[in-house]
């Protein structure tokens, strides 16, 4: 259900510079946050928290623009949360007819979106957030972050149409189909680029190479291998792109009423993009355009330039926003990012600290400042910071492989708990004990992919395994399925994890704290798997916002606008503006004690076992 929530409203005050009315409004937010969760006020589909009397005041906006559905957090001056509100595609904008956000061809491997629903949903959150009665003039700053290496393909007419919006009439009949060259994005999870990855490594010089240059291997959802696929299989819609977007600098591209650049960190999500050097790599893009100079020449116009500062105002918000919702026409829109590059400006990360991120996909995320590559795993320019780096690990099977084996149980043995479809699940995974060992010492490892994987590169399908010391062998009638899937599953998630995370990490792979955040983390059996099996030495700590990376995005636009002036060019980093504002003590909470001595271990001995299953999946 789309929703709105009001959970923080405070009086009109100004912006910067209001030390007193600041702490008076610390205080009143104090006992207004407190009060926020006490009163609900449901109205119709829209759902309000909210207590009586006080004007609401933002002062950054956070967006979303995920797979299944766009979110928005809006924070004030002090970094907390003043609402939240999201639309989602399969239920608010049915008539595009797409599951879990997207459509799928399963014969060539494709997942893509539609772009006009995007649009769409943008005016429906915008007029609920309208019809909540947010008054939008208090918005300053507005940042987001969206779905990484999805593209859309801009027609020649799309900057007069963007530049000329009609106020009285909503966006998407403004924009679609006329702005567009081709009507659909690929999505993340589409794998029907393999060909084309395998051409570009292989002129370039390898994976090693290719991952050196542009921070990761080739991958199947990386823009830079679908653009090329888009050339080969609708050479006139190539033909007819005047610019291609990121599905970030797509959404800054509607706020700002023109096309937006693209943003240092998510460009690095194209295989595109010479991290060292900072410039589009002139080897690889020759090939993905094809056909020599020219066509390379008209692929870079094609792409536009690249915004190094992620705190730059790249403009002030359209016109057609200020009159038709009443923003200041002084709201500054800052380059919108990668969901993943947002997700870690939401926690003040320190060197061993993990994100664990349990959205659709499952990402693990840390910051670095050694650039360090590895095809197995993500390297990404720093969203707000020149000299550090995000390194990821981003799997497809996250939480909709946990939902197949959840609604399997389910069908053996309802939710004991009405309220909550995940309770058996709970119960079967936490009811067994580590790797589900049986009284003869065999230890059970899964494998679940419903969706062909990224780490490792496996094909679709379900592995299960009985191991001891004698060795790995599939398992038979061993196996309580569904039941036994429920840890397994879980543990199987953070066991790849676990493998491949030790070079981002300490000598011994062992994280400092793991922050868990989006959807997946709400539930505690996940957290508890979590914490024994990457075994983080000061524990599991939750986000008490889900949407952390419309919550890093609203922090990134409030750093972007009030960042402070060091010397000339030079401003306050991302880092210091947030350590000197961020609660810990009301933005996350401990769930999970994390290292346990004798079960970290004994999960660190079966990665061997783990490592030969994936393996064994990989080639069968
Ligand atoms: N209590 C829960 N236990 C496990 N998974 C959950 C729970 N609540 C929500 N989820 C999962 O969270 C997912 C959505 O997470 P979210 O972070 O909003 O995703 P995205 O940003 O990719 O749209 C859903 O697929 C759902 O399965
Ligand atoms: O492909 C990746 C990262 O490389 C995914 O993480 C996408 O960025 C989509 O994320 P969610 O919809 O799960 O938030």
Same mark, same amino acid.
């Given at each position: ?11 009109? %005050?100004?912006?910067v510079?209001? #030390?007193? +009315? ?7 937010v &104090? /006992?207004? @946050? =407190? ?6 006020i ?18 950054g ?12 957090i ?34 060539l491997n ?11 949903a943008?005016? %429906?959150?915008?007029?609920?957030? #309208?019809? +909540?009665?947010l ?5 300053? &700053? /507005?940042? @987001? =972050? ?11 007419d ?10 009285d ?23 029907s680029?393999a ?59 509607l ?10 960190s998510d460009?690095c ?36 330039p ?32 990668g969901?993943?590059p ?14 664990v ?12 400042p ?12 720093h ?23 959840r ?14 479809v995940?309770?058996s699940?709970?119960e079967?995974?936490q009811?067994v004990p580590?790797?589900g060992s ?13 969706l ?9 399908g ?37 493998l ?6 300490s ?11 989006g ?30 990376c419309?919550?890093?995005?609203a ?44 079960v ?17 999946a990989?080639?069968?």
């Open positions: 259900m789309s929703s709105i929530q009001t959970v923080l409203l405070e009086g009109p %005050i100004d912006f510079g209001q #030390q007193l +009315a600041d702490s008076i409004t610390f205080y009143l &104090s /006992i207004a @946050g =407190a009060i926020a969760f006490l009163v609900g449901i109205a119709g589909d829209i759902s309000l928290t909210a207590y009586t009397g006080a004007l609401l005041f933002s002062a906006f956070g967006f979303d623009l995920s797979t299944q559905q766009i979110k928005v809006a924070i004030n001056s002090k970094l907390e949360p003043v609402l939240q509100a999201n639309v989602e595609f399969d239920v608010d904008t049915p008539e595009y007819q797409t599951r879990k956000g997207v459509y799928t061809n399963p014969d494709e997942v893509y979106a539609p772009v006009a629903m995007w649009i769409k943008f005016d %429906i959150l915008l007029g609920k957030m #309208q019809d +909540a009665g008054d939008f003039a208090k918005v300053k &700053s /507005i940042s @987001g =972050a969206g779905q990484q290496h999805g593209s859309v393909f801009w027609s020649a799309a900057e007069r149409l963007l530049a000329s919006l009609n106020p009439l909503p966006l998407e009949p403004q924009l679609s189909p006329k702005a567009f060259s081709h009507d659909m994005s690929p999505n993340w999870q589409d794998h680029t060909a084309e990855c395998d051409d570009i490594e292989q002129e370039i010089g390898g994976a090693d190479v290719v991952a050196q240059i542009t921070g990761s291997k080739t991958h199947h959802r990386f823009t830079g291998p679908q653009i090329m696929r888009v050339r080969h299989r609708h050479p006139e819609r190539y033909q007819r792109t005047a610019r291609i977007s990121l599905v970030s600098s797509f959404f800054a591209s706020l700002l009423g023109a096309i937006a650049p693209l943003d240092v460009v999500g194209m295989n595109l993009w010479d991290i060292p050097n900072e410039r589009f790599d002139d080897k690889i893009i020759e090939f993905v355009a094809g056909g020599g100079q020219a066509e390379k020449n008209k692929l870079l116009q094609k792409l536009g690249v915004e190094p500062d992620g705190g730059k105002t790249l403009g002030y918000i359209s016109d057609y926003y200020v009159r038709r919702y009443g923003f200041s026409k002084d709201c500054a829109i800052t380059p919108i990012t969901d993943n947002a997700t870690i400006l939401a926690l003040p990360l320190r060197p061993l600290d993990v994100i991120s349990l959205g659709t996909s499952t990402t693990l995320l840390v910051s670095t050694v650039y360090k590559t590895s095809p197995s795993y993500h390297m990404f320019s969203p707000t910071s020149k000299g550090l780096y995000m390194g990821m690990l981003c799997y497809c099977n996250g939480s909709l492989a946990r939902e197949k084996v609604d399997e149980i389910n069908s053996i043995k309802p939710p004991s708990d009405v309220s909550d995940w309770s699940f709970n079967a995974a009811s580590p790797l049986t009284a003869e010492g065999k230890n059970k490892l899964g494998i679940y992919f419903p062909p994987e990224i780490v490792p590169d496996c094909k679709a379900t592995w299960r395994f009985m191991s001891d010391e004698t060795g790995l062998r599939e398992a038979r009638d061993d196996w309580d399925v569904p039941l036994a899937d429920a840890r397994a599953i879980l543990e199987s998630q953070n066991l790849s994890m676990r491949r995370a030790g070079p981002l990490l000598s011994n792979g062992q994280p400092r704290r793991v922050y868990v955040v959807g997946g983390s709400r539930n505690p059996a996940i957290c508890q798997v979590t914490g024994e099996v990457l075994g983080p030495s000061e524990g599991v700590y939750r986000l008490e916002l889900s949407n952390a419309a919550l890093g995005s922090y990134k636009a409030l750093w972007a606008v009030q960042r402070k002036v060091i010397k000339e060019g030079v401003y306050e980093s991302f880092e210091d503006f947030l350590s000197q504002r961020w609660d810990e003590k009301t933005m996350i909470n401990s769930v999970d004690e994390g290292y346990r001595k004798g970290w271990e004994k999960y660190g001995a079966a990665l061997a076992a783990f490592d030969a299953a994936e393996k064994f990989a080639n069968s």
